[in-house]
């Protein structure tokens, strides 16, 4: 199915899948799958395929589900309550969103360090939300405290690939610091998360 000018889907029940060896969907000028009504889906399944372009895009309120195995994309499972951005695994993503009845409303920000090509990364916007999404690199460095799915809390620092930065924690702002060098493989580092007995988490770096 060659469907090369659909740009973007903003309303109804909208359910894509393609099914089996020889099915394939053409979605490849897609910039938007962003429902402010309806339920949406992407399933490829039994080596079906979904073409899609190569810049980065959101989708709301789509379930997502490409199993293991699949020719081009890569397993993924995603409910449809849920704002997921798509592009390209292990790049770093600013989204800024705005809503635009509000006039003069500022921009605000989420960071996505994005380790698949699909990412649930917050819950449904409501209506009237504007999205920016850019493929970004951090520099200078940014340390971010991220919320984990879970609502516990996950160090991220976004940087420069190669690069290496020093950080530091500790437990006690009276004991000594912790150093830890960071040695960057991506656009981003993701730490383990601190021990759920961990009162308190302290951490700073330099560059």
């Known amino acids: 199915m060659l469907l090369t000018n659909l740009q973007s889907i ?3 029940s909208v359910a ?3 099914d089996g060896v020889g099915s394939a969907i053409n979605l490849t000028n897609l910039s938007a ?3 402010q009504t309806g339920q949406g889906s ?3 399944q039994n080596s079906g395929v ?3 372009n190569n810049q980065a895009f959101l989708l709301a309120n789509v379930a997502i589900n490409i199993p293991a195995g699949n020719p081009v994309l890569p397993p993924t499972l995603v409910p449809s309550g849920t704002l997921t951005l798509y592009g390209t695994a292990w790049h770093s993503y600013r989204v ?3 809503n635009t009845l509000q006039p003069g409303s500022l921009w605000s920000t989420n960071l996505v360090a994005l380790t698949n090509s699909f990412q649930a990364f917050a819950a449904v916007p409501p209506a009237n939300m504007a999205f920016l999404v850019m493929d970004f690199v951090a520099s200078p460095p940014i340390l971010q ?3 984990t799915p879970d609502h516990w809390v996950q160090l991220v620092l ?3 690939t190669n690069g290496n930065y020093p950080v530091e924690s500790t437990t006690n702002l009276l004991a000594p610091w912790t150093p830890n060098s960071v040695a960057m493989t991506n656009a981003f580092r993701i730490f383990a998360e601190p021990p759920r007995s961990t009162l308190m988490q302290f951490y700073r770096f330099g560059q």
């Open 10 to 12: 903003a309303n109804g």
């Open 16 to 18: 894509i899948l393609s």
């Open 33 to 35: 799958f962003v429902l």
């Open 42 to 44: 992407l399933t490829a």
């Open 50 to 52: 979904i073409l899609l």
């Open 96 to 98: 800024e969103e705005r």
């Open 145 to 147: 405290l991220a919320r």
């Open 158 to 160: 976004y940087g420069l």
